[in-house]
């Protein structure tokens, strides 16, 4: 059984930097894609980034190039986003998501976490 854990949401001023975590366990995410979505209310849901099951690939939107970074340490079974420069737009719902291929859209997601929220105040 596949769990998907975030932290280090929270609040946060324009301008710093944040590193949220995602600890997963369950078999079948030794080999998985780990990435991260984000979402406001009212709003679908928005791709941030992922990380291949090897952490040798990483994916972006091109809009949030540059500002994020995901990536992976296997020894510890996470998958970090480092978000610098916070904007007030950035305060959303982060979460955390799995699946058996890389994805970039929440179709090609298996797993989900339940979230962690981030405010940027401004």
């Known amino acids: 059984q596949v769990q998907l854990v975030e932290s280090g949401g929270g609040l946060v001023q324009a301008g710093d930097s944040l590193t949220l975590s995602c600890a997963f366990s369950g078999r079948a995410t030794r080999q998985a894609a780990i990435g991260w979505f984000r979402q406001t209310r009212g709003k679908e849901r928005e791709f941030v980034a992922s990380i291949n099951w090897n952490g040798a690939n990483t994916y972006y939107p091109d809009s949030l190039k540059g500002r994020f970074t995901i990536s992976r340490d296997h020894a510890e079974s996470t998958v970090y986003l480092q978000v610098n420069s916070l904007k007030p737009e950035d305060t959303a719902v982060y979460y955390c998501?799995?699946?058996?291929?890389?994805?970039?859209?929440?179709?090609?997601?298996?797993?989900w976490g339940k979230g962690t929220l981030v405010t940027v105040s401004s």
């Open positions: 998501a799995a699946a058996r291929a890389v994805f970039r859209t929440i179709r090609g997601v298996d797993w």
